[in-house]
């Protein structure tokens, strides 16, 4: 017995190379982590610390001379509130369409035997790789008069073929062509088949297109800038850009000036405020992204996969 | 999928059948024609001296005017080669990143330290871009930002514009990227190496292999195949750099070194309300990107077998 433990240790036990190899990788990896969530803690910290530590350097890893004064800031500021009903109306009415929009053409495109399935499914493949163009796009908006409406700010990325493909995939892959040749047997149209056999069996997929969706119109400034007008309907991304973007643009070119003195200062206080602001507005999405991971990367698996 | 053959009898089932089908694509539809197919058709402003006041057909047809223009604006080849330099420099640093991410999570045997550094690092992801450029500037301003602290310490100036100066812009633009999107591109390779065959593995540590070999000779081949095709497909969208990054990392000093086709669309028609010019330039760069993409799918097709479409 004791000498059957000894051989198989012998056996597992490791050589100088794989320890070498180990030690490695291992540094390798902490390495990643440090350098990818360094940056993530740090503003969470400077959030929280006094600006003079932070910019001294004496807080560097936790946080020194505690301070709300950032976030009292953020809060009474009514602008990021705008910004942030905004964009929640943005991001619901957004997800909300672009959902159904998504999962309802993701499923006829997944039926076979549908007359001109195929070339509907290569026109919309065609937009993935050729487009109309900023302008173009620009004046068609403005012809229908959708420019600085909410509802272009909702319906405006919602759809997208590659998010469509992934739902197509997904339910030509995963939900046998048997159950539906039983279910029609049976009585049971394609719209009962859909929603009462298909949509069940896709919670998962719903989901993955939910978050994309979701994320997305978080995220994004561009269309917000480019075809909003009214700063009422500003989203939060739009407000953050001017007060970390183009704030911190002017500071800088003025510190290389002869201001310097005054610049320092001024980007000191602002630094805070803006530590704050990062933490508030992107909080809700990382904090939320760990629980729901699973679904992310599932998406990026099953768009892998050539449906 | 197989195309099956239609005829008259089969289609009239097809339709009866399918019917529902058919309204459940209407919106997609709606939405393509309207936000893809209806901007393709007023590309023809590229060909067209647009003005606002002769509507969209009154307005003289000019031909190849506009991207004559461009071709000889002085700015061309500036554009050209920063739009060029900005992406193959990405390539060519951010490609390798994810696969050695995704090789040396996958040899962590701890599943809970493996799942933990796959949550840290797809992190960054889901920062939006200007949030992500926005803490640049405050963690890389000349003094105050705590970058420049630490350069300060180990005794350089500590006052270096990082994100002012235009030798820094490209730099600052393709290391933010690889450290936004190292993690989420690994997904694709783990994914990839989960499909490894475990007995390889196991027959080749019996053969004496040691952990290197054994990646090196088993999970990188295994990979190559989507290695070789994320790369082609990066090879495809080099002439498309997109302008939401770039347009927040402009100041006045770096335009000379940050302008890039997209920026400069953006700019010529948007705030300089020269529709047809900026159209034609925005087109000239679609049509490279797509003919980019299709020889690319073409090359992906032969080496693999199957290819985007």
Redesign the interface.
């Known amino acids: 017995m004791a000498d059957k433990a000894k051989v198989k240790r012998k056996r597992m036990k490791k ?1 100088w ?2 320890w070498a ?2 030690i490695i ?2 540094a ?2 902490v390495f ?2 440090i ?3 360094y ?2 803690w ?2 969470l910290m400077a959030s929280f610390s006094d600006p003079v530590h ?4 004496a807080a ?1 890893l936790f946080p020194r001379g505690f301070t709300l004064a950032g976030y009292k800031q953020v809060l009474e500021d009514a602008r990021i509130w705008r910004g942030y009903g905004n964009t929640i109306i943005y991001v619901l009415g957004g997800t909300l ?1 672009g959902t ?3 999962i ?2 993701g ?3 997944s ?8 070339v ?1 499914i ?4 065609f ?1 993935m ?12 908006i403005q012809k ?1 008069g959708l420019l600085d409406t909410r509802f272009l700010m909702c ?2 990325g ?2 997208s ?1 590659y998010n ?1 493909i992934v739902v197509r995939s997904f339910m030509a892959n995963s939900i046998p062509e048997e159950l539906y040749d039983a279910a029609t047997i049976d009585g049971c ?3 009962n088949f ?1 929603f009462k056999i298909v949509l069940p069996l896709s919670k998962a997929i719903i989901a993955v297109i939910v978050l994309y969706i979701a ?1 997305a119109h ?5 269309n917000a800038m ?1 075809y909003l007008l009214d700063a009422s309907k500003e989203s939060l ?1 739009l407000y ?2 001017q ?3 183009a704030s ?2 002017r ?3 003025a ?2 000036g002869e201001d310097a003195q005054l610049a ?1 200062q001024l ?2 206080a602002a ?1 805070l405020i ?2 704050a602001t ?1 933490v508030v ?2 909080a809700p ?2 904090c939320m ?2 629980f729901v ?1 699973k679904y ?2 599932k998406g ?2 099953i768009g ?1 996969v ?1 449906g | 999928m197989k195309t099956r053959k239609w005829n008259k009898k089969t289609i009239m089932k097809s339709l009866k059948r399918n019917w529902l089908l058919y309204v459940f694509w209407l919106p997609a539809i709606i939405y393509i024609a309207v936000f893809a197919y209806a901007p393709m058709y007023g590309i023809q402003i590229a060909f067209r001296d647009y003005r606002f006041a002769d509507g969209f057909f009154g307005s003289e047809w000019v031909g190849l005017k506009w991207f004559k223009k461009f071709f000889d604006a002085p700015r061309f080849w500036q554009i050209l080669k920063n739009t060029l330099t900005v992406s193959i420099y990405s390539l060519v640093v951010g490609f390798p990143f994810p696969i050695i991410l995704a090789l040396v999570m996958n040899n962590m045997k701890n599943l809970k330290y493996k799942k933990f550094a796959q949550t840290i690092t797809y992190m960054p992801h889901f920062i939006s871009t200007v949030v992500l450029v926005g803490m640049m500037h405050i963690m890389f301003s000349p003094r105050s930002g705590v970058i420049n602290t630490i350069l300060g310490w180990i005794g350089l100036s500590g006052d270096y514009f990082f994100m002012g100066e235009p030798q820094y812009y490209i730099h600052m633009y393709v290391w933010s990227g690889v450290w936004q999107s190292m993690g989420w591109g690994s997904i694709i390779y783990m994914a990839a190496l989960a499909g490894v065959d475990l007995s390889l593995h196991e027959a080749a540590r019996i053969d004496g292999a040691n952990k290197l070999q054994r990646v090196w000779y088993i999970d990188v081949p295994s990979i190559m195949p989507t290695i070789c095709i994320m790369l082609i497909m990066r090879f495809g969208s080099v002439m498309s750099v997109g302008y939401e990054k770039v347009y927040l990392m402009q100041n006045a000093l770096n335009t000379q070194q940050s302008e890039v086709i997209s920026t400069y669309v953006y700019k010529m028609g948007l705030l300089n309300k020269q529709y047809s010019y900026s159209t034609a330039i925005g087109l000239f760069n679609s049509v490279i990107n797509f003919i980019l993409v299709v020889t690319m799918n073409k090359v992906v097709k032969k080496l693999s077998g199957s290819g985007l479409w």
């Not at chain 1, 290569?122 to 493949?125: A, D, I, R, S, V």
């Not at chain 1, 790789?129 to 068609?140: A, L």
């Not at chain 1, 978080?218 to 561009?222: A, K, L, Q, R």
């Open positions: 050589t190379d794989d190899f180990d990788t291992n390798f990896l990643f982590i350098i990818v969530f940056p993530l740090f503003v932070v910019n001294s350097g560097l369409i159904c929009m998504t309802l053409a499923f006829s495109a039926r076979k035997d549908v007359f001109g399935n195929s509907l290569k026109l919309l493949m937009t790789y050729f487009g109309g163009g900023t302008i173009p796009t620009y004046m068609v229908l319906i405006l919602s759809f073929v469509m149209g394609i719209g859909f994320v978080w995220n994004s400034y561009f480019m991304q953050l850009r007060v970390l973007i911190q643009a500071a800088g070119v510190a290389s320092e980007a000191e630094a803006k530590y990062i507005s992107t999405i990382l992204y760990p991971q992310f990367v990026v698996m892998s050539k």
